[in-house]
């Protein structure tokens, strides 16, 4: 058995068999996924809601970024992390990742449809940006695949039909978060572009559409001139998973006390960790972890 301690003494890893064996992985109240530490940030807010929700997160290293992956690949992992929750009795699952749900949301929830399995979803928060925007001009920063995806375009036929939308795949920002880096030429070259459509398309508000952008969200405030607004939208995530949670539950359900957040990664578990301390070094609220290594087969 492997233990290790973070800079808070929050994060521990144990080590586990392979989750090949249906019974290796347990139920949870609420199962994440995302390719790697962005989906913590919605861990994080459904923890601060209620402590007491028993929440397992996948952390699918061995395949980050999804960002760069065709959309079939991250579709085909979404479903087969989902069935792993699935096959475990967790009944309410959260695709923590844009990407992710962009590329398999819809796919997974036809699936397990009939099963009553719930499925909360992750999308750039455009609708709110939109609404605050007093240019109608606003601008989505996204990966590569949530940018060129059908989905972010369906919810720009949707919701935003009045405002000028831009969307800008920030190569490389998700990883440099993933290595626990919250500084560097990535989220330069975002703020750079940015600020170039602030000053020529009068952009106000800015919708972050990925999961790991909550941690670089102070970064971008201080870099933005104060009248531009920014939205993230692991807090709107977090609050519907728990309005879910709370209705599924009965009444005399027993409220457990707060337990870690059991992350199961597929790549490799140390460097999961040491990123993880590296954000809390960079200042950022991480939620307690433990830290399972589960090798599982890329399909
Ligand atoms: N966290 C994922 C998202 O919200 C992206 C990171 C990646 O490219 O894997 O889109």
């Given at each position: 058995m492997l233990f290790e301690s973070g800079r808070n003494g929050n994060v521990h890893v144990t080590a586990t068999n392979s989750i090949s064996q249906q019974a290796d992985i347990p139920q949870f109240d609420v199962g994440l996924i995302d390719s790697g530490v962005g989906g913590l940030?919605?861990?994080?807010?459904?923890?601060?809601?209620?402590?007491s929700v028993q929440i397992g997160y996948f952390a699918d290293t061995a395949v980050?970024?999804?960002?760069?992956?065709?959309?079939?690949?991250?579709?085909?992992?979404?479903?087969?992390?989902?069935?792993?929750?699935?096959?475990?009795?967790?009944?309410?699952?959260?695709?923590a990742c844009n990407t992710g749900s962009s590329a398999g949301l819809r796919s997974i929830r036809?699936?397990?449809?009939?099963?009553?399995?719930?499925?909360?979803?992750?999308?750039?928060?455009?609708?709110?940006?939109?609404?605050h925007s007093r240019n109608k001009s606003v601008a989505v920063v996204a990966?590569?695949?949530?940018?060129?995806?059908?989905?972010?375009?369906?919810?720009?036929?949707?919701?935003?039909?009045?405002?000028?939308?831009?969307?800008?795949?920030?190569?490389?920002l998700a990883s440099s978060v993933e290595r626990g880096e919250l500084t560097g030429k990535d989220l330069d070259a975002v703020l750079q572009e940015l600020l170039n459509l602030i000053s020529s398309d009068g952009v106000d508000s800015v919708a972050l559409g990925c999961s790991h952008?909550?941690?670089?969200?102070?970064?971008?405030?201080?870099?933005l001139p104060d009248g531009v607004k920014l939205f993230d939208a692991?807090?709107?995530?977090?609050?519907?998973?728990?309005?879910?949670?709370?209705?599924?539950?009965s009444s005399d359900d027993v409220i457990d006390v707060s337990n870690p957040i059991s992350v199961f990664v597929t790549g490799d578990p140390d460097g999961f960790v040491a990123s993880v301390a590296r954000l809390?070094?960079?200042?950022?609220?991480?939620?307690?972890?433990?830290?399972?290594?589960?090798?599982l087969p890329i399909n």
């Amino acid at each position: 058995m492997l233990f290790e301690s973070g800079r808070n003494g929050n994060v521990h890893v144990t080590a586990t068999n392979s989750i090949s064996q249906q019974a290796d992985i347990p139920q949870f109240d609420v199962g994440l996924i995302d390719s790697g530490v962005g989906g913590l940030a919605v861990a994080r807010e459904i923890q601060n809601l209620n402590s007491s929700v028993q929440i397992g997160y996948f952390a699918d290293t061995a395949v980050f970024p999804y960002g760069d992956k065709n959309s079939i690949q991250v579709a085909d992992r979404i479903d087969f992390l989902a069935t792993k929750f699935v096959e475990a009795g967790t009944r309410l699952l959260v695709i923590a990742c844009n990407t992710g749900s962009s590329a398999g949301l819809r796919s997974i929830r036809r699936k397990f449809a009939r099963e009553g399995i719930q499925i909360v979803g992750m999308e750039p928060p455009l609708k709110p940006a939109a609404i605050h925007s007093r240019n109608k001009s606003v601008a989505v920063v996204a990966t590569l695949g949530t940018v060129s995806g059908q989905a972010l375009t369906n919810l720009r036929d949707r919701v935003a039909t009045d405002t000028a939308t831009k969307f800008i795949a920030a190569s490389g920002l998700a990883s440099s978060v993933e290595r626990g880096e919250l500084t560097g030429k990535d989220l330069d070259a975002v703020l750079q572009e940015l600020l170039n459509l602030i000053s020529s398309d009068g952009v106000d508000s800015v919708a972050l559409g990925c999961s790991h952008y909550s941690f670089v969200y102070d970064q971008m405030r201080k870099a933005l001139p104060d009248g531009v607004k920014l939205f993230d939208a692991a807090f709107p995530v977090a609050k519907r998973t728990l309005e879910l949670w709370t209705k599924s539950r009965s009444s005399d359900d027993v409220i457990d006390v707060s337990n870690p957040i059991s992350v199961f990664v597929t790549g490799d578990p140390d460097g999961f960790v040491a990123s993880v301390a590296r954000l809390e070094t960079a200042g950022c609220m991480i939620p307690m972890v433990s830290v399972n290594p589960v090798p599982l087969p890329i399909n």
